[in-house]
Structure formats: structure tokens, C-alpha cells
């Protein structure tokens, strides 16, 4: 896998939150560490009536939010503003694609390019089936040889339900190859979680124990302290089930849970993460009821309720919090539970995995602190402060028998200076090489609708299935709590003593 020498980047969406936040910071950074194809052209798209001046000069700007301070190299971001124009156009409107085609060829023009595309899918969802279709009518979609390849990113979620989804991806067949379509999920371009592979499959003490027999559960948590933003007119239509629990948290699931892979290549590993989705024990309606908790944050003294962001309907039962517990029927898990939660306006950003280990089978020595048996745990954290840490029992000193929980703490850090660039970075750049592996394959996004749809499907039969309001600044429904403490414990939160139960409500 290469880099080509030339290409044009066209970015649907581009005067969207995306882009300005996301793509552009991520382009500009492959471009400063001189990681793009040498003959390069960036061409936004979108239906704002922007001239190519005007527009860099909204991305200079941007850029100027969204680019750590530290990265800032002056004669770098001039040079990387050179490389991008603009495109005004509707792209739902079929008629102006033989337009966009002529500019793409003088652009090939201008830079040496021969027909080498990539297509970034950064638009509203709804735009995610047309743009396809329209770019096939035009001959755009065709590879015509090495140098003249085609390759589209399609921001997620990939579809609605599992319904919209096998249709989406039908018609991307039609117009793609499997190998030209990539389904990113920005998590698994992070660093840290392509190290749950190397913790996992680069040691071997790890292996043993990574099963049903020495697992009693698994958590798996990514919180925000952030709201909505201005996303309220996407964000409400959507929800958090499908904006982070089909695809982000299921995938950390995955990479907990899956087999190694037989190689580390494209196939071999999302094969892996496909079998896990096909593993996953379908909900029945008592689990849809009793181990799904929904929430929406309520306003608290400092912070904005969930309806009262702009472009969310005063209404809304749209969740902004989701917990499950949810099973794999599989040799190595089945019985494990896996405590998944995710939700905006928490106390902080976190996003980790903890593996509880079975607590040893009698208790020998006293610990001050605990009253059952000890229990260690394996904690991964992916952001912030990215690293490992393992927790077990060590004897406290001096006289008497009393033992007390210690932490072997490695954070990623000491390894070296953390990349700068961002998971989009990664992505974008594997895409560009051809390489898919970090990519949603289309079986892995339906086995995943396949599994969550029926709640979807559930929640909108049973409109009387509480949203529970749980205060911005919170750690959500306490219903969630009491599911964690049907199973004897209490959630990971790293900062306790937050919840102020007055607080919560109904929806
Ligand atoms: C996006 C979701 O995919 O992931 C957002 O659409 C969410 O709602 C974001 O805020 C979280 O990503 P990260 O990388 O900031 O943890």
C-alpha cells in the first residue's frame, strides 16, 4: 500500500462542524508533517454560495479555534490554505454533478492529477444515499486504473436501522467496490484503542485469563462533559443510541472481546469484530425493559437542559444518555455481562474499559476498605490521560494482616510524545494508502444494526418506556446505578459524590 503522487480531496459538507472542527485541523496536520500526496487540491463542497477566496479564508479562520496553538506554523498554514477551493453546490440536486465533474477535471488540470479521487461524506445523514447514486450517473465513481482510483468516506451512523442501513448499502455496491467504500468511526483511529489490540495480542499473561472462567464483567464507558453543541437539529432526529452506541461503543466491545485475529490485516481482523457482532445475545423484551436505561439531561444551575438547546424540539424524548447490559453468546464470554453507558453533560470526559476479574474465592485478610472478596481489575483508558492501570490487594505495613487496594499505574505518555495528529488524521491517511482495516466493513454494520434495531423498534411501540432525567453535570439516571447494583456493584466513576438524587426525575 502507497501513497499516490496525486489527488483531489472533495468534501461534501464542507461548510459544516465537521469539516471546520474535524477535517480541516486533521488535513492541515497530515499536510505540516508532510504526510499528503505532493500534487494535492482540497475542493469543498456544500450549497453556501462561497467564491474560492472567501472560503479559505473562513478555513483560515477556523483553523485558528481548532488547531492547537503549538501546531501553529504560519508559512505552513498559508501554504496548506493554497491547496483548497471551493464548489458551490447542492449535492441532492442530480443536475449539478456534470458541473462538479468539469471542475474536478480542470482541477486535475492545475495540480497533475489523473482522475484520482477521494470523496469525504461529511453532510447530513439523509445525503449519505444520494451522493452515490448521483456521482455513479456522472461516471465519477469508476476506478479507471492505479493512479485514477476512486474512494468515498462515509461519516456514520451508516443508516437508521438495520432496514436503511442494508438499503445504503446496496446502493453503495452499486456504485463502489467493497475496497473503495470506507465507513469510518473515528474511535478506531485512536491510538489508544488500537492499543487494546497490542495489550491484549502482544502479551500472552493477558490470554488465560480473558475469558468467562476468570472475567466477572466488563465495563465499558465514554462520557462527555459537553452537550449537544450546536448539533441540536441533527442530534435530536438521531440519539445517543445510534450516534455512539451502534457504532463507537459496540466496537470497543469488539476489541474487547474478540479472538485474535489471524494476521493484522484488513480481512483477518474485521472479520473478528464482525463474529463479535454476530455473537451478541439478542434482547429479549424483559432485557429491553429491565437493562436499557434511556436519560436526557434536565437543566441544572450551571448548565442547559437537553430541550432548551437550540434546534431541539421543547418535547423532545430524544436520549442523550444510554446504559445496557448486554451479552455474547460465544465459548469465550457467554455469561459476562458487558455494562455499556454513554452519555453528554457528565462531570467529565472519560472514555476507558474496565475488566473486573472474579474476586478471589474466600476472604483471608481484612481490608479496611472492602468487605467481600477482593476483586482485581485491569482498567484501559483511552482519553484522557491515556494508559493502563491494574488494581490488586497489597498488604498495608507493619503489624496485623490488613491488606489495601494499590494501582499499577502505566500511562501511554511515557512511551514518548503522544501523536499529535488526531484519530481523523489516521483515518484520512489510511484511506488515502488504501488501507480499509480500521474501516467499518458493510456484514460488521448490519450484524450491528441487526442487534440494536429491536430496541429501537421497541422504544418507539412502547412510547410509555421512561426517558429518565438525570441533572446536567451528573452521572446520569440512578436506574442505571441500581441496574450495576443488581449485579453487586456500583459503576467505575472517576470522580464519586456528584449525584444529588433530589434531582432526578421522570421525562
Ligand atoms: C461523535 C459523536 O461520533 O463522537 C459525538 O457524533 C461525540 O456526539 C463524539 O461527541 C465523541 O468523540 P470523541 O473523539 O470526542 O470522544
Not at 497530515?30 to 463542497?45: C, F, T, W, Y
Not at 447542492?90 to 492545475?110: C, E, I, K, V
Request: aromatic share 12%; charged share 25%.
Amino acid at each position: 500500500m502507497s501513497k499516490p503522487n496525486s489527488l483531489v480531496i472533495v468534501i461534501f459538507g464542507a461548510s459544516g462542524d465537521l469539516t471546520r472542527r474535524k477535517l480541516m485541523p486533521s488535513l492541515y496536520l497530515l499536510h505540516k508533517n508532510k504526510r499528503l500526496p505532493p500534487h494535492l487540491a482540497i475542493l469543498g463542497v456544500s450549497r453556501t454560495a462561497y467564491k474560492d477566496e472567501e472560503y479559505r479564508e473562513h478555513i483560515r479562520e477556523e483553523l485558528s479555534h481548532f488547531v492547537k496553538p503549538e501546531e501553529v506554523d504560519e508559512a505552513q498554514i498559508r501554504s496548506f490554505i493554497d491547496l483548497l477551493y471551493y464548489f458551490p453546490m447542492d449535492p441532492a440536486n442530480a443536475d449539478a454533478y456534470p458541473s462538479l465533474q468539469s471542475r474536478l477535471l480542470s482541477l486535475d488540470a492545475l495540480i497533475g492529477n489523473q482522475e484520482n479521487y477521494l470523496y469525504y461524506l461529511a453532510t447530513p445523514p439523509s445525503l449519505y444515499g444520494v451522493i452515490p447514486q448521483h456521482l455513479k450517473q456522472v461516471g465519477l465513481n469508476l476506478d479507471k486504473g492505479v493512479e485514477k482510483k476512486k474512494r468515498i468516506i462515509v461519516e456514520k451512523p451508516f443508516g437508521y436501522d438495520l432496514e436503511s442501513a442494508i438499503e445504503l448499502n446496496k446502493i453503495y455496491k452499486d456504485a463502489f467496490r467493497e475496497d473503495q467504500i470506507f465507513r469510518i468511526d473515528h474511535f478506531l483511529g485512536k491510538e489508544t484503542v488500537q492499543n487494546i489490540l497490542a495489550l491484549r495480542f502482544a502479551n500472552s499473561i493477558f490470554e488465560p485469563i480473558w475469558n468467562r472462567n476468570y472475567v466477572d464483567y466488563v465495563e465499558v464507558t465514554a462520557v462527555e462533559n459537553m452537550g449537544i453543541e450546536q448539533r441540536g437539529g441533527f442530534f435530536d432526529g438521531v440519539g445517543t443510541l445510534r450516534d455512539m452506541v451502534q457504532n463507537h461503543l459496540i466496537q470497543l466491545v469488539a476489541l474487547t472481546a474478540m479472538e485474535p485475529p489471524m494476521a493484522f490485516n484488513a480481512d483477518s481482523f474485521r472479520d473478528e469484530v464482525a463474529k463479535v457482532y454476530q455473537s451478541l445475545t439478542p434482547l429479549t423484551e424483559e432485557d429491553m425493559n429491565e437493562h436499557i436505561i434511556r436519560g436526557q439531561y434536565t437543566a441544572s444551575e450551571t448548565r442547559k437542559g437537553y430541550r432548551e438547546e437550540k434546534n431541539v424540539d421543547p418535547l423532545s424524548r430524544t436520549e442523550s444518555y444510554v446504559a445496557m447490559k448486554i451479552g455474547i453468546s460465544n465459548w469465550r464470554w457467554s455469561g459476562v455481562p458487558f455494562y455499556i453507558r454513554t452519555g453528554k453533560q457528565m462531570p467529565t470526559k472519560v472514555s476507558e474499559i474496565v475488566v473486573h476479574f472474579k474476586p478471589t474465592p474466600y476472604r483471608l485478610f481484612n481490608s479496611p476498605e472492602q468487605k467481600s472478596p477482593m476483586a482485581n481489575q485491569l482498567i484501559i483508558r483511552l482519553q484522557p490521560n491515556e494508559g493502563i492501570v491494574l488494581k490488586f490487594e497489597m498488604k498495608v505495613p507493619g503489624s496485623g494482616f490488613n491488606v489495601e487496594r494499590v494501582s499499577m499505574d502505566f500511562s501511554y505518555s511515557s512511551l514518548g510524545e503522544l501523536p499529535t495528529e488526531d484519530a481523523y488524521a489516521r483515518l484520512i491517511e489510511d484511506c488515502i494508502q488504501g488501507d480499509p482495516t480500521l474501516f467499518t466493513r458493510s456484514d460488521a454494520v448490519e450484524s450491528s444494526w441487526q442487534f440494536f434495531t429491536p430496541v429501537l423498534t421497541f422504544w418507539k411501540e412502547h412510547p410509555e418506556i421512561p426517558v429518565y432525567g438525570y441533572p446536567a453535570g451528573t452521572w446520569g439516571p440512578r436506574e442505571s446505578e441500581a441496574m450495576m447494583h443488581e449485579h453487586g456493584a456500583d459503576w467505575t466513576n472517576p470522580c464519586k459524590n456528584l449525584t444529588n438524587t433530589d434531582l432526578y426525575c421522570e421525562l
